[in-house]
């Protein structure tokens, strides 16, 4: 009976221990949408880390307007079903950089650094209120707003040099700038969560993975006005080193610019990828490696994709490819791309190499086809297509006939005849059991099934044309 007892006694001071709870109420968080909460939030989650960790809970049936805020060690950032956390538009609340010296490019407004076990979790909403910093709405896009030094726009989630993350199930929406950029993060799990940006801000990624590793995102919806989900190695953290063992699958996607992009900013290595089981719809670049630095691709594998693209405006890098390759070294004619982007004390940079990529069991549906293009042939090889479709077919008013390679020390934008398979200053590639079809409203621009110039070796097997009556 006495062991019965202890057992049950221990059992019993577990299970409290496990359910500390936090409610951001109790410290002072008004949640009427007009406060700032920021304060209270902070508290909550100070007095929880403090605590030896547990649960915050922001509860269901309010808005907590909020400047920033940061995270802590073993906390549990629970946002309930019905409840919205909200930014502030108060932009001089926004002072701290998301890149450190670099302060051009937005600000934090959740942020943790060097933090380990760290989660957000539920059914409820953490909002950017990204358009409430924006210009003048256009047709496509929104004007950026000037500014002097720091750029106020806030990034929705900032967290550095982070282990074992846990976000799941909560809404991120309407962000400013970048969402969710992990940097120098290790053991992350992105599960179930929905991330709704306004297709027409700029610069509104998705997810970014920059210098992380062992990264895990599955079962999610995103849509985006940049990209959805982005590997990367900025110069601004290089200290955190490559970034690797990343696997992304179960998810769909939509993107003014491109659904999953490795680069433009990779300063290091980024391999050992896996892209499985993902939908693209109505974006305008389905997957790309956009390689602009001295960092290195490789080892990275695209399988059992459905993939659906359009042409865009100009504004947005892309030209509905539904796979796209390029290998060129970084502009430098403005200081966006030349700047913070190349090596200190360098004017200009070079590219690294793209090797060992794997496309299998693909299925392009859109008004472009695959491009691949580098430097030259020692750049882009090894590049394996099996069971790759495309389905050429004109669905918008944009006029078409554009190759982009944006940004690069090269023309950007070249006037071309659109093939469904272009391979351009390449090494090895091999194409196997794949087509072309041409739809019902061929596009005016459109060129040959495969075109082929400066490639070292191709290899194929099986590859067919056709049209859609046949």
Not at 90 to 117: P, V
Not at 241 to 270: F, H, P, Q, W
Not at 282 to 302: A, K, L
Request: proline share 2%; aromatic share 8%.
């Amino acid at each position: 009976m006495k062991i019965k007892l202890l057992f049950a006694f221990i059992l019993c001071s577990f299970s409290a221990f496990a359910q500390q709870k936090y409610n951001v109420m109790d410290f002072g968080a008004l949640g009427d949408g007009k406060t700032n909460d920021a304060k209270a939030i902070q508290k909550a989650i100070d007095a929880c880390a403090s605590a030896g960790g547990g649960q915050v809970v922001v509860p269901g049936g309010h808005v907590f307007l909020a400047g920033p805020f940061d995270l802590k060690s073993f906390v549990d950032l629970r946002v309930e079903g019905g409840a919205k956390i909200l930014a502030s538009t108060d932009e001089k609340l926004y002072t701290r950089s998301a890149f450190r010296e670099n302060k051009g490019e937005g600000t934090i407004w959740i942020g943790g650094e060097k933090l380990e076990q760290v989660s957000i979790t539920g059914t409820g909403t953490l909002d950017g209120n990204g358009i409430s910093f924006m210009g003048e709405e256009l047709n496509d896009s929104y004007v950026l707003k000037p500014f002097n030094v720091i750029d106020p726009r806030p990034h929705l989630l900032t967290l550095v040099g982070c282990k074992k993350l846990n976000i799941d199930g909560v809404t991120f929406q309407n962000s400013a700038y970048w969402t969710v950029h992990l940097i120098g993060c290790n053991d992350v799990s992105i599960s179930n969560i929905t991330l709704l940006n306004s297709i027409k801000i700029r610069n509104s990624d998705g997810i970014d993975i920059d210098h992380s590793k062992n990264v895990r995102i599955n079962n999610c919806y995103i849509e985006s006005g940049d990209d959805c989900i982005c590997l990367k190695n900025r110069r601004e953290f290089e200290e955190y080193g490559a970034c690797e063992n990343i696997v992304i699958s179960n998810c769909t996607m939509t993107s003014s610019s491109c659904a999953i992009k490795i680069g433009s900013e990779n300063m290091d290595r980024i391999s050992k990828v896996l892209i499985n089981n993902c939908n693209i719809v109505n974006s305008n670049r389905g997957i790309g490696i956009q390689n602009r630095d001295e960092g290195t691709v490789s080892d990275v594998i695209f399988s059992n994709l459905i993939i659906e693209s359009r042409l865009f405006s100009d504004v947005w890098w892309g030209k509905s490819e539904p796979i796209y390759i390029t290998a060129y070294p970084r502009a430098t004619a403005n200081n966006k791309d030349a700047g913070w982007r190349l090596p200190k004390g360098q004017t200009k940079g070079y590219v690294g190499a793209v090797k060992n990529i794997y496309f299998s069991n693909i299925r392009c549906t859109g008004e472009g086809g695959v491009y691949i293009s580098g430097e030259n042939q020692d750049k882009i090889d090894n590049i394996y297509f099996d069971q790759v479709s495309v389905f050429m077919n004109k669905t918008s008013k944009e006029a078409g006939g554009l190759y982009d390679r944006r940004p690069s020390n090269v023309e950007g934008l070249i006037k071309s005849p659109i093939a469904g398979f272009h391979f351009e200053n390449a090494g090895y590639i091999s194409l196997a059991n794949s087509s072309v079809m041409w739809g019902n409203a061929k596009p005016i621009y459109a060129g040959k099934a495969l075109e082929t110039k400066n490639v070292k070796k191709i290899n194929t097997v099986n590859f067919q044309e056709r049209s859609n009556n046949k």
